[in-house]
């Protein structure tokens, strides 16, 4: 027994580690990078504390080398899928019941195993399997996952003492309860640090979880989890499933105990989903919650009073970082007439000293894009760039599949904002930019709020303090995620809650208790402490 109310140690952002030549993080990472690549890991499924393997396997190749094998995944069949529904259900009553601390506990050791002995571990897998650069996958794999597991028990101990007022002679508790049944996590490529987070944050909130983690990332998704179990993770409270999506979300959805899904990936396959569900819930115990932040075509406007230096560099950086593989990727630009050729000559001079290749050389900027659909989704887009549809490739443009996914930085000027690269989501180093006339800078937030179904990030840069403010007002609902004189990319948890709306989801804010409290059940209990004894008011005796 305890009689203490504890208080969860207090957050901090982890710091961003340079890999600069000569570093000791450097050395540790080329070193783990050499031992992790020279071998091929199993990879089992994970099912009520389990080890699966059935036999039924798929390779983890690294998209910059697609003839070299790294780990097999096994995968599962709808027995598999409903022995982890049964293992979650299982784990149910045990884990909601098990105090906030010691929930609390194991994700705090977790963030401190991932930001020490398994840094490089997290950070290798990720280099490998998602052909990011060092510094990418440092700021994704290592920082912002450890944040997110440091931070959310942060924001959970504060929706718990959020209480209601009790006045005198009774006291009013407000509980907050994981959801009835299970929760469904499907994570996606890009990010380790959403693989990491998707599961884990209805798990603290006391939920247990179904995962299935993207097929190309099962090899990040094995690590993710062996720092989880070494950090004491109860078997059955995360479930790790592989297999074909389309047979694992039949499975779950059909089940009256699915309580909701924690999703990241296309707008498509999530309104799928919610049709689904849509269709499906009167058979369930409860409203499932469905929590999903979808696909993005980003902006950056620009206004004439903007440094011309600070653009480009935004333009380089937001779009072709991690190849554009990211929601919140720059893929879109507005720029004015007058600025257009300043900032076209810097953006030319530092294309030209970006190099492009394997991340295990360190001064690759760009690396390959996933897989083989990803590559032929995106260099469609660049092969369909024609003059006489009014558009036409100023940098970049090339791409090889020889040996790996390799897409060249490529920025397409558009004549027209509704020229198809302006309108639709590429997902890849892609940057397509159309120039306006200076003075119709209210007219051109118009065209950008109107362009796109989607509101996830954007960018607006301007020295002029009245621009910004016309700019949030007109682009008031065209971003869940808006950065002033910065690039729209690279949101850290705690500071910038991440989420947008429209085609871009449910903008429940990952990093904030805003997605934790969507994992809870509230239950008011009213307890009055000296209850009448006779039903009769006052205003019912005689005068």
Known sequence: MNNAIFRVPAPSNEPVLSYAPGSPEREALKAKLKEMGSSVVDIPMFIGGKEVRTGKLGDCRPPHDHQRLIGRYHKGAK?????????????????????????AAVFLRASELLRGPYRQVLNAATMLCQSKSAYQAEIDAACELSDFWSFNVKFAEEIYQSQPYSPRGQWNRLEYRPLEGFVYAVTPFNFTAIAGNLPTSPALMGN????????????????????????????????????SSSEISDALFASPDFAGVHFTGSTGVFNSMWKTVGDRVASYRTYPRLVGETGGKDFV?????????????ALVRGAFEYQGQKCSAASR?????????KVRKLMAEQLARVKMGDPEDFSNFVNAVIDRNAYESITAYIKAVRPRDGARIIFGGKFSDEKGYFIEPTVIKAAKPDYKTMCEEIFGPVLTIHTYPDKKWTETLKVCDKTSPYALTGAVFADDRAALK???????????????????TGAVVGQQPFGGARASGTNDKAGSFLNLIRWTSARNVKETFAPPADFAYPFLAKP
């Open 208 to 243: 247990t979880v179904v995962w299935k983690p993207a097929a190309s990332t099962m090899y990040s998704g094995h690590f993710i989890l062996q720092i989880l179990r070494k950090a004491g993770l109860p078997d059955g409270v995360i479930n790790m499933v592989a297999g």
């Open 333 to 341: 630009a507005y720029i004015p007439e007058g600025m257009w050729n």
């Open 470 to 488: 016309e700019a949030a007002e007109v682009l008031v609902n065209a971003a869940g995620n808006l950065y002033f004189n910065d690039k729209p």
């Open 301 to 313: 406007v620009v206004h004439p009073s903007a440094d011309p230096a600070e653009v480009a560099t």
């Open 79 to 103: 027995k598999d899928i409903n022995d982890a529904i049964r293992a979650a259900l299982k784990a149910r009553k045990a884990w909601a019941a098990t105090p906030f601390h010691e929930r």
